[in-house]
């Protein structure tokens, strides 16, 4: 089974900008649609973003967009996600996930398209 994991996570003040990793322990992740999710205390698990594995298209969900970036490397086998101008509300434990559906947002935006999770890694954002 492909394990996935995060890294990048930190504290950061208001405005900042942070950069995730995610990277599968056995395969490139050229196979999956990577999506990226995030859960605060006492909140659901929400998608952020998703990025496409062939054509690296992509989806961001309207609180990040303008302010969030999905990259993929692919000689490195890793899928970026890159957090600028960041506000207290994105304070969360950031998960990526992976899955072998079709993409396309009525797929990607939802925790049950996905099959394949890391173990998440902490954002916070505070003055």
């Known amino acids: 089974q492909v394990q996935l994991v995060e890294s990048g996570g930190g504290s950061v003040q208001p405005g900042g900008s942070l950069t995730l990793s995610c990277k599968a322990s056995?395969?490139?992740?050229?196979?999956?649609?990577i999506g990226w999710f995030r859960q605060a205390p006492g909140k659901e698990r929400e998608g952020v973003s998703a990025?496409?594995?062939?054509?690296?298209?992509?989806w961001y969900s309207d609180s990040v967009k303008g302010r969030f970036a999905m990259s993929r490397d692919r000689t490195k086998g890793t899928v970026y996600l890159q957090m600028n101008n960041l506000k207290s509300e994105d304070t969360a434990v950031y998960y990526c996930?992976?899955?072998?559906?079709?993409?396309?947002?009525?797929?990607?935006?939802?925790?049950?398209?996905?099959?394949?999770w890391g173990q998440g890694t902490q954002v916070t954002v505070s003055s």
């Open positions: 996930a992976a899955t072998t559906l079709g993409f396309g947002p009525e797929l990607v935006q939802f925790s049950c398209s996905y099959n394949i």
């Open positions: 056995e395969r490139p992740l050229d196979y999956y649609v």
């Open positions: 990025l496409n594995k062939n054509d690296d298209s992509s």
